[in-house]
């Protein structure tokens, strides 16, 4: 049976508490609106992935997909146990037993595709030459954020499988996730959360302050115009002959005063001496 979290007023909460849990995740937030703005608005064309797929697809047409569901299946299932309450899955049937059967088969499966994935990325892009040559330090510290996110999450995931004495991550996690959103950071909440929640907490911080300053950024731009442009044609249809087909000008002269169009005579003198 899984523990559950002390009442708020019994939790000792220092200086360090208020810091991490009251303080960071609006330097956090800072950092991600005001490095984002000032990434689209210097950098513009640095917005993007510098994709390599020309330098290999093999690796990339199974590491990519496989890394980019397996995150948004993780995203999914940090917005339904960080935003939505316990009392709205319990209203709609899901029990607490049913809900974490659920939430550890289906995270487990996302979150190791999400590793198997970027492991193939890493080692396509060091064992590549072309791609390792185009990787740059930011790239690094990049992928080393990635990998420590999902360990220190599947850790987590792990860990309270075996330790009965770990609180329920929806009653501490979830509630300070949700207060700073209202500007009413609950510190007490995370401040019961096990060990490695709070590493967890951390490192995903640390992620999304780096996030506006890697190439990550490009997951703030939804691609909503390509569902709306018109088709780009790169070879027409026509079924005429193509030696018979008529080749038209793009352009046609426009004439000046010495020269008339369709015209062929050279000017004449009165008119070469009129032009001085």
């Known amino acids: 049976m899984i523990p559950t979290a002390p009442p ?3 939790v000792e909460i220092g200086v360090g508490d208020v810091l991490l849990w009251g303080a960071l995740p609006y330097v956090v937030l800072a950092l991600i609106i005001g490095g984002s703005i000032w990434r689209y608005k210097y950098d513009q064309f640095g917005w ?30 940090h917005v339904m146990g960080l935003v939505i309450p316990r009392t709205w899955t319990d209203a709609v049937g899901i029990n607490e ?14 979150g190791v595709g999400t590793l198997v994935g970027i492991v193939l990325l ?6 590549t030459g072309p ?21 220190t999450g599947l850790g987590t995931t792990v860990l309270s499988l075996f330790d009965t004495t770990v609180v329920d991550y929806r009653q501490t996690v979830s509630p300070w996730f949700r207060s700073i959103w209202i500007f ?20 995903a911080m640390a992620l999304f302050a780096l996030w506006p300053f890697t190439r990550l950024v490009h997951a703030f731009t939804a691609p909503v115009h390509y569902l709306f442009r018109p088709y780009i044609v790169y070879r027409s249809r026509d079924r005429r002959p193509t030696g018979l087909a008529p080749v038209r000008r793009g352009w046609e002269p426009v004439g000046t005063q010495d020269r008339v169009r369709g015209s062929t005579k050279a000017p004449t003198g009165r008119n070469r001496a009129g032009r001085h």
């Open 184 to 203: 009413q950071p609950d510190v007490a909440a995370m401040a019961a959360a096990g060990l490695g929640f709070k590493v967890h907490a951390l490192w």
């Open 122 to 127: 890493i080692w396509r892009r060091r064992t």
């Open 48 to 77: 993007t992935t510098r994709s390599s797929q020309l330098y290999e697809s093999r690796i990339l047409r199974i590491a990519s997909p496989l890394f980019h569901f397996g995150i948004l299946a993780v995203l999914a299932g």
């Open 8 to 10: 708020p007023e019994t």
């Open 131 to 151: 791609v390792f040559m185009a990787t740059t330090k930011n790239d690094k510290l990049m992928y080393v954020m990635l990998v420590g996110a999902l360990l």
């Open 97 to 110: 037993h049913l809900y974490h059967i659920m939430a550890l088969g289906i995270g487990t499966i996302a």
